[in-house]
């Protein structure tokens, strides 16, 4: 057993192995203040000879148990990946696949399984660093180690593993991979944040991972594993090898005339399966050649388009490294979308969609931080057709779900807030055409889709997918790559950004690392051709439509005092289900007293919210209403002038000149009356009057409003005051009346 630890950034960070899970091929613990992990790398015992690629497969998983929860649902138990594990056996998986060496074929899987989470520290980055720490200490051949830090930026100063918490009031979150000599993966995002600027972060990243591998070299030095050999043995072309090439470099150099991936294909398909049946017909001994050949003629065409790029600074589609492939791009492609787009570049089309919903549409989400909500999704779509293939449809892959969920970050870093925007908002981009850089057509796609549905998005995002060929002290960035250049090239890395900065980065590297001028150069090169993309689709839609969709619903989002809710609410709900009955709206209210009405109707919006705003309204001293009598007493009248609140219309306060013998001879209940508000008491109690401030001011009743309005309940509280007001040639007559009623 052996530990190995060091302060990192405010944290004990450590590595051991020879505890757990002795029976793995390479094993590690790592903790990380109180998250930890166990990273466990696993592999076969011999080469797979009936395939001709490297069999990896890396899993990250969490347990609920490990931040003190039970899983939600009815099985109670972790079950599938969840979105975020997805990602994050993405994230691993990434840096560490282009460091097998080539010929180890055996099947290999990685495994990081979370049993701690203290909602402090991620276990994103740990995952990282346990798969390669796991690799390097085992006798599995990799050419690590390597590590990963989280970078963060607040109020200008870069900060490596902040906190959750941190994070919170970030405006870069960017996950770096490096070994010693060079950055190897980039995963992140950045609030507009201009090149310099994220140039500056991925320096400081590769600089604070360095202690990280010298961690890992101690614990490899005391408890490292024999590596498995690989026997190489020097490769020399054989006598068929040569045929084929001498054969086939024509038919290749004549297919890549074509501009047109699918007819290249296809010609391409002709000439290997002609010179397959020609190879067959010489000899016996070539009857099984099919495999071999199409191999070889793969190895020609990634030299042939390498070639092309170093020799003759030219491109397959006969392209500059600089320039980007032609583009159209379409708004309001369907009738009944609430916003669509159909963005073209080259040989890659997404048609997107934009729908906008209610809170009540949010994505609902369980995760180790606890339950949270999502109010702006976008999904991916890659379907077979796209690159003309055939496959079953099983729902999305690992691919697309990355994919989406980059397009998402470029694009969450200009959308409105819920307070400028109440709407949920869902975008979904279906690839029909594939041949380089969708998720990043997706970013224009949804940009613009967005905007066509009439989100007041801060910004137009747009996305460009760079590329790099390498040889020796050369090398040549590709904008705009096609998928034979990404599937031949020795970078993928994809920028997005508004035309002030960078929303999103991705950058996977296929060779052991790169240089600082290559990365600059790239980030530049993908800001010019940011800025004409951008261009490209403002000729479509220059900016967000000044209104919503006639088929979105209405939605009006306003805050009412916290102890207004349960008033709207009603005993029971009663309330809120009545506004809702008679308007046809659908009305929600958060705890913070957030109200969100919507329709699809706006004259049923207008109802709803006026109901609403009757209920929480106060009433105001002067003001007339129209009330309904909801109760009638021998000293007056109960007005309801707005919803819940009725106030006392007295005897004295009738439109009569002569005394009021009988209520029930002026009004009855349900009758609508008009009055007037003229006291309200401390308790809220409403005094109201049909008389004008003159006739009042004559029978002396303006002298009592709060004391009327005090007592207007009392019934003879009222009686003795109006009886003090009057005359004293009223008073026999009223002893009179009542001395009658008594005796009758």
Excluded at 53 to 63: G, I, N, R
Excluded at 138 to 157: E, H, K, N, T
Excluded at 321 to 330: A, L, M, Q, V
């Amino acid at each position: 057993m052996k530990k190995v630890s060091i302060e990192f950034h405010g944290r004990t960070l450590s590595i051991e192995t020879g505890r757990m899970a002795k029976q793995a091929n390479g094993a590690v613990w790592i903790q990380y203040g109180e998250t930890a992990l166990l990273t466990t790398a696993v592999t076969g015992k011999s080469n797979r000879e009936d395939i001709d690629f490297f069999p990896l497969s890396v899993d990250y998983q969490e347990k609920f148990a490990s931040a003190g929860k039970i899983p939600g649902g009815f099985f109670k138990r972790e079950g599938r990946q969840s979105e975020r594990e997805i990602l994050i056996s993405r994230l691993t998986d990434r840096p560490i696949r282009p460091l097998f060496p080539k010929g180890f074929q055996r099947e290999t899987q990685v495994i990081s399984t979370v049993f701690s989470f203290d909602k402090t520290n991620e276990s994103d980055v740990l995952s990282v660093l346990g798969a390669s720490a796991a690799l390097h200490i085992s006798d599995i051949p990799f050419l690590g180690p390597i590590a990963a830090v989280r970078v963060g930026r607040i109020q200008g100063q870069l900060i490596c593993n902040p906190t959750i918490e941190q994070m919170e009031t970030s405006d870069l979150d960017m996950t770096v991979a490096a070994s010693k000599d060079a950055i190897v993966m980039v995963e992140g995002e950045a609030a507009q944040l201009p090149e310099s600027e994220v140039l500056k972060a991925l320096q400081f990243a590769h600089q604070s991972i360095q202690p990280l591998l010298q961690l890992q070299e101690e614990l490899r030095k005391a408890l490292g594993k024999e590596k498995i050999q690989i026997s190489e043995t020097e490769k020399t072309m054989s006598e068929f090898e040569t045929l084929v090439r001498e054969k086939a470099i024509g038919h290749i150099r004549q297919a890549f005339a074509v501009t047109e991936k699918i007819a290249r294909y296809k010609q391409i398909d002709e000439f290997q399966n002609q010179m397959i049946e020609e190879f067959k017909a010489q000899s016996e001994d070539y009857a099984n050649c099919g495999k071999q050949l199409k191999s070889i003629v793969h190895d020609m065409i990634s030299e042939e388009i390498r070639r092309g790029i170093v020799q003759e600074n030219k491109r397959m589609d006969l392209r500059s490294p600089e320039t980007i492939r032609h583009i159209t791009s379409e708004v309001g492609v369907l009738p009944r979308a609430h916003g669509s787009s159909l963005f073209t570049r080259g040989e890659t089309q997404a048609l997107v969609t934009a729908t906008l919903g209610t809170s009540d549409d949010e994505q609902r989400m369980d995760s180790l931080m606890g339950e949270s909500s999502r109010r702006f999704m976008l999904h991916y779509n890659f379907p077979a057709f796209s690159v003309g293939e055939v496959k079953p449809m099983r729902g999305p892959a690992r691919r697309e779900i990355g994919h989406g969920v980059l397009a998402h970050k470029a694009l969450m870093q200009v959308v409105p807030t819920k307070e400028e925007f109440p709407y949920t908002m869902r975008v979904v981009s279906d690839v029909l055409e594939s041949h380089g850089s969708s998720s990043m057509a997706t970013v224009c796609g949804a940009s613009l889709a967005l905007m066509d549905a009439g989100v007041p998005l801060k910004a137009p995002v747009a996305g460009i997918a760079m590329g790099l060929i390498k040889e020796g002290d050369k090398f040549f960035v590709l904008s705009d790559i096609t998928g034979d250049e990404d599937h031949v090239g020795d970078m993928d890395f994809k920028v997005a950004g508004t035309k002030d900065g960078v929303t999103a980065v991705q950058m996977d590297i296929k060779v052991t690392g790169i240089g600082w001028d290559v990365v600059e150069k790239a980030l530049n090169q993908a800001k010019e051709g940011r800025l004409h993309i951008l261009g490209k689709m403002s000729e479509a839609l220059p900016a967000t439509r000044g209104q919503l969709s006639k088929h979105a619903p209405r939605l009006e989002s306003f805050q009412i005092a916290k102890d207004k809710i349960r008033e709207v609410i009603g005993t029971g709900g009663k309330v809120i289900r009545g506004i809702i009955e008679e308007t046809g709206a659908k009305v929600e209210i958060n705890d913070d007293g957030i109200v969100t009405v919507a329709s699809e109707n706006g004259d049923s919006l207008a109802k709803a919210v006026a109901m609403i705003q009757d209920i929480i309204a106060e009433a105001e001293i002067g003001k007339t209403y129209t009330g309904k009598v909801v109760r009638i007493e021998a000293y007056g009248a109960f007005v309801q002038i707005l919803p819940g609140k009725d106030g006392l219309l007295h005897v004295s306060e009738f439109d009569s000149d002569e005394r009021v013998e009988d209520v029930n001879e002026f009004f009855s209940e349900g009758d609508e009356v008009e009055v007037r508000v003229v006291g309200i008491d401390g308790q809220g109690k409403i005094k109201l009057s049909q008389k004008d401030d003159e006739t009042r001011k004559e029978l002396g009743l303006d002298q009592n409003r709060s004391r009327g309005g005090d007592r207007g309940r009392g019934g003879r509280g009222n009686d003795r005051g109006r009886g003090n007001d009057r005359s004293s040639s009223r008073r026999p007559r009223f002893d009179r009346d009542r001395n009658r009623d008594r005796d009758r």
